[in-house]
């Protein structure tokens, strides 16, 4: 069965249940009400004809007579016919004699004085002439009340077949709503399930179904997203691995073959390419690790500056042959952070390295660390060609390159790394720019 089918039956028997108790309930207030109406209105009536017999006669022989005549006591049964309903008065005259029988009260018997204060009495110029005992009996409904009592319970039930109807349709629709939307996460996972990623179902409401789909849209842009990274960061690689294999072996094949003379600049072309490719099978299994959450750091007090002075110097040489100014800006008195300074020299190490690609001749990055509140901020800032504002957002994926460019041998993994260093310390790796032409600030959050 579906789960439409199920909703609709659920929410239709839900209220069948609310709309039957509903018609139960009020079917037995309105008898018990029209009854004690009845009951009211026939004392009323029975005290007031069994007075005005009383104040023309002076005695009450013969009431029941003239009592039945007006339909307030049932008649006396034709021969053959089953006796009345019980009565539901009976009436006492001022000797405590009983002279309309009722229920348990019989004709002249004498009826204790402590009973007749549960009666109502019936006065003459002040005086009590009799007393009217009630037993209990419900008084017999005429032809035109029964009607009317009829009439009140048929149109509670139609008022509950119209109730079901409404409530069938109400949920049938709720239901359709209810399922409609993941009718189309249903159809999207299929897609999903068959390699097309990037699905995007309408988000309906804003209740927790809406907020599904659009988690599920959100997810579905991350995969894609992820896949595309990863498809790039293959290509990427592969170009990467293509490049230096295919200098060496050409080398490789030239010497072997006699066409080249093994020469020392040679081998040290070869043995670059070499490093190269160490390099970047290093920072594939860096990644690996830390997707595995298998990467481990070593710990130990280290003060900000010492880390900016250990990256500045290994990249001074290389930032002068640039004709780069590099320089470190750091409190002279900072708490040590409790880091693995290896990672962190990795982590720098990317940052200015990249600078260093990215900023031209007579330009200048600056290393600068300060203190916060809750934490250490260290920043990597140059005057280079910046980063345009479409590409921050995704400027530490993998492999990602805004201009699609290759520059040198590098695998474009380096900010991907460095993110995932960071992260692993608990911190927060950030990038500004201005735009294009205007330098980037990276800076990296480590709280206290």
Known sequence: MKLTHKLTLAFLLVSLIAIGLAALF??????????????GQRQAEFIAAASDYYKSNRRWA????????????????????????????ALVDQN????IPAGKYLIGQKIQKSELDQGVSIELNGLVVGTLLITGQTPNRTPLEEKYLTSVNQSLLVAALGGSLIALLLGLFLARSLTHPLRDLTVATHAMAQGKLEQ???????????ELAAAFNQM??????????????????AHDLRNPLTV?????????DGVLKATPQRFDTMYTEVQHLQRLVEDLRLLSLADAGELVLHRQPVTPNELLQRAAAAYQHQAEQQGIQ?????????PEMNLDPERMEQVLGNLVSNALRYTPEGGEIRLT?????????????DTGSGIAPEILPRIFERSYRGDLSRQGNESGLGLNIAKSIVELHGGVISVESGGIGKGALFSAFFPF
Do not use: C, H
């Open 26 to 39: 009020v079917q037995a207030a309105t008898s018990t009400e029209f009854n004690l109406y009845l009951s």
């Open 62 to 89: 013969g009431v029941d007579t003239v009592l039945r005549k007006q339909g307030l006591l049932p008649p006396f049964p034709e021969p053959g016919q089953a006796p009345p309903d019980p009565q539901p008065y």
């Open 96 to 99: 405590l004699e009983v002279v």
């Open 200 to 210: 995007q179902v309408p988000v309906r409401s804003a209740d927790e179904l809406g």
């Open 220 to 237: 579905s842009a991350d995969l894609a997203r992820a896949n595309q990274s990863r498809k790039q960061m293959t290509a990427d690689i």
């Open 248 to 256: 060496i072996g050409g080398y490789l094949e030239s010497l072997r």
């Open 326 to 334: 590099l320089s470190v800006d750091a409190e002279d008195v900072l």
């Open 369 to 381: 660390a300060r203190q916060t509140a809750d934490g250490v901020i260290l920043w990597v800032q």
